[in-house]
């Protein structure tokens, strides 16, 4: 399967997060995480099973993994606690642009090219349009003035998953089911978080369905896919590829609480396939 095929399949999957995330909103953010990340590590237990190579991989290779699981989610639920919900998810999408203008910085011999420039501060704007639009017709949530170093640690989780997915470039080979490894480690420390810093719940059967769908799409088999995409691909053009991901989530969001179709994402749309187009073509 092709480096784009692949990097869409991730994508694909990732889009379904918000309306999961939504649907089990009640229960504690690191529970659902840690559950969701362990269970998403399952597919790759029988390849330990029979080859315990399948999970041999450096210390600076796992500390990779557990720094872009882990590192990620917590930074994002602390932004999503402590600023404004909406507008923090939007600080967090700047992982695909951060991913176009870091990739000269972080990997030797590539180059940042003026298409490539374009490219990400077009997709970037139909990745606001996108998720700003969705708030049309609905009751403002910002929290006050002081809550608003939370977008600092959006920034971070913007930033961790951008250079995570560059840095894999970087370490030593390691094969993609590895990454169960990496959700395990991870997702134990969420439930460590959830353990310290959360209060306990029970779960319910259609709580555990959902949690089971989480782990095995967006927090699952969407890291095994984005990891082959990255391994064959160029870093620059599945990072344009990436500013899909808002625009689907929010068409989803639209599809699943009924809200009809606004300019604002009929713009988003057109500006984020421009931008794919556009960096796909950069060479």
């Known amino acids: 399967m092709s480096p784009t095929l692949l990097a869409l399949a991730a994508i694909a999957l990732w889009a379904t997060l918000a309306s ?17 990340l362990i269970i998403g590590s399952i597919p790759s237990w029988p390849l330990v099973l029979r080859d315990r190579a399948a999970w041999r991989v450096p210390p600076r290779t796992l500390a990779l993994g557990i720094y872009g699981l882990f590192g990620f989610h917590f930074l994002l639920f602390i932004a999503l606690r402590h600023a404004p919900p909406v507008e923090a998810n939007l600080v967090n999408y700047l992982w695909p642009l951060f991913m176009v203008v870091l990739a000269p910085v972080l990997l030797p ?10 490219a990400a501060l077009l997709g970037f704007a139909g990745a606001a349009i996108a998720i700003l639009g969705a708030r049309e017709g609905a009751t403002s949530t910002s929290g006050a003035a002081g809550q608003y170093w939370g977008f600092l640690p959006a920034l971070g989780s913007a930033f961790i998953w951008a250079s995570y997915s560059l840095w894999t470039k970087r370490v030593a080979a390691f094969p993609t089911s590895a990454i169960g490894l990496f959700g395990l480690v991870s997702g134990v420390l969420s439930l460590a978080c959830h353990a310290l810093l959360e209060a ?26 984005w990891d082959m995409a990255l391994k064959r691909g160029d870093a620059r053009q599945i990072g344009i590829l990436s500013y899909i991901t808002p625009l689907g989530s929010t068409a989803l969001l639209l599809a699943v609480t009924g809200r009809p179709l606004t300019w604002s994402i009929a713009l988003a749309a057109g500006l984020i396939i421009s931008a794919a187009v556009m960096g796909t073509r950069a060479r």
């Open 20 to 36: 999961l995330g939504t649907a089990l909103s009640h229960l504690p953010p690191f529970l659902l995480t840690g559950l969701a």
């Open 109 to 118: 011999g590539m180059s940042l090219r003026p298409l490539h420039v374009v």
């Open 200 to 225: 306990p719940v029970v779960l319910t059967a259609k709580d555990w369905l959902l949690v089971a769908l989480c782990g095995l799409g967006p927090l699952g088999a969407a890291f095994f896919v």
